[in-house]
């Protein structure tokens, strides 16, 4: 019986960890379809989140819920505020320039992190912090169903948005063709500004998330190459495949920590990163056709 509970207990693990590689996945999906611009300072504004995150519920006081919705509204603000001031000045340029923007942004939200709350780890806990739920012998941290039931949530609400909204639709007519977007009455700068907001408050929402079950800490940055690699295996550019791929990611992980070689868990995923961009560079999602970046 333990042999199979064990495969289980490692499948919920994969997937709740899995579930926030998609959620940062989904948000460098949506910059990239929007203005072609690979967001690396992404992975920073989750990491910004969590802090913020700590900040209102650790220090603050708020209870979960409004900091995780007031942390994703500030992280969305800032977000917002990069594209407007910051990536519509490139536009225009070579790809290479968003690239390097977007990791001096990665390196000046990083420095004003560890000036502003310091370099120390810290942590916070929720209502949920050390409970479990057993479901046939698997106990279950309720920590990871409540982020398994958030990304579910957001996942579909955010597809619910792009398909049956205006500003969706706008959004989604944009990121296919900027110039017969615009010539349709779409504001294109501000939808694109809006949907780097969107992108923004996934990564605030992810960052909340994911504190409670790690440190908090300027290291949280790292999870975006996760979801680089998630973003990879399911096709780049695919919002279908960045979820699929990040859930794949976390199972693989999972898997790997425990019946792989000591310290494999860490490299896993960009083995698999290296192995799909060998083997199958458009991923398992990805269009054949999509352009190479």
Known sequence: MDSLLV?????????????????????LVLC?????????????????????????????????????????????????????????????????????????LAFMLRGAVSMGFGAESRSFV??????????????????????????????????????????????????????????NGVPVKRVNSLVWALAGSLAGLAGVLLAPITLVDTSLWFVMLKALAALVLGGFGSIAGAIVGGLLIGLVEQFTGVYGPDGSKDVVAYVVLIVVLVLRPRGLLGEAHGRRV
């Open 7 to 27: 495969p289980a207990q490692l499948t919920v693990n994969g997937l709740a960890v899995g579930a926030i590689y998609a959620l940062v996945a989904l948000g």
């Open 32 to 104: 990239y379809k929007a203005t072609e611009v690979l967001n690396f300072a992404h992975g920073d504004l989750l990491m910004l989140g969590a802090f913020i995150g700590w900040g209102l519920v650790a220090v603050a006081k708020l209870p979960f819920w409004p900091a995780l919705l007031a942390t994703a509204l500030i992280v969305a603000a800032l977000a917002y505020g990069i594209d407007a001031l910051l990536v519509r000045r490139i536009v225009g340029q070579p790809q290479f320039a968003g690239v390097m923007l977007t990791i001096a």
């Open 126 to 183: 929720t209502p949920w912090t050390g409970q479990t739920t057993s479901f046939g012998g698997v106990v279950v941290s309720d920590l990871n169903l409540l982020i398994l039931a958030m990304v579910l949530l957001v996942t579909l609400a955010l597809l619910a948005f792009l398909r049956f909204t205006r500003l969706g639709v706008a959004m989604q007519a944009a990121s296919q063709n900027q110039l017969a977007a615009f010539l």
